[in-house]
């Protein structure tokens, strides 16, 4: 079983769901504040891999929905900027599992941690999907 270092926004319905599947699997799950973790632009650069950069971002964050920021028309470096500044604009949850990174929990990356091919209902706001929305941090 692996240990998986999973950076996540506490209070997260969702997150909690993913970290619960990752721990009924048998891994280890080391959580982290992902507003609070003290983020490079190199270092965060590196959970994103060759995704294209509307993917980094969460879709459900209060700046996106208004509209201020648009994931689809923007460059690396200034998402990065942005992310750093906003880390509610991160793509959640960040996972590293022993120097494999990825964002969002439907990389295969992760998958094959659940011993499955779907994510089924562990990606996605589950407060988005009821019509609510996450308080403000």
Known sequence: ???????????????????????????????????KEPWAAEELRHFFGRTPIASWFNRAAPRIRSGEVNPDAIDAASALTLMLADPLLIRRPLIDVDGTRCAGFDHEAVLSLLGRDAQGDLEGCSHEQQGTHCPQM
């Open 1 to 35: 079983m692996a240990t998986i270092v999973f950076y996540q926004k506490p209070g997260c319905v969702t997150n909690a769901r993913q970290m619960l599947a990752l721990k009924a699997a048998g891994h280890d799950v080391i959580a982290k504040d992902i507003l």
